[in-house]
């Protein structure tokens, strides 16, 4: 099988993009806090169903479809902006609501879903990580999926495990922690909308 892709470089780079801070890392951290690590680690299955749902469909349609129609590059980033401010909001609220005894965080699979979904990483992976032919041949699109996947299980629970590790309240206050991430998932949504609206 011809993969045509340096599997170095697809490692290297697939591991450093998932590693970096963005809205599904910063959304599970908050459910490694609101959960802890042993139930919020099912989320991650959520978190890849969304980036492969993602990629394939760029690479499939909307990697090549832009180049006719830019708007629908534009509407996908506008769209993953409006969500990213709706759970930031949502995020927020939740840390000042009533105290209730079996109150969960609001971070569940729905919502890590569509994040993900809407992850602007997902455009970079179909465009420039994924082996060129990844979406016209099977056998090179499994394996680019099955290597993948293989390194967002575990960055994704690194992020989730980080999240616990601060529940104690020792290093931050779960709360000022949680505020932070609403606040770093508007972050999020403000760029993707002013890259969105304003290309460079």
Known sequence: MNFEFNLHV????????LLTPGPTNTLLAVAGLGLGTRRALPLIAFELAGY??????????LASAQYRYPWIGVSVRVAASCYLAYI?????????APPAADKKVAIGPNALFMATLLNPKALVFASAIFPPHAFDDLGVYLAATVLFSCFLVPVGAVWIRFGAALSSGRLMNPLKLQRAAACTI???????????????
């Open 88 to 96: 930031a909001v949502k995020t927020w609220r939740d840390t000042t």
């Open 52 to 61: 492969l749902t993602s990629i394939t469909a760029w690479g499939i349609f």
């Open 10 to 17: 697809f490692a290297i780079s697939t591991f450093v993009i």
């Open 186 to 200: 508007g972050l999020f949504s403000v760029s993707i909308a002013w890259t969105a609206l304003h290309p460079t």
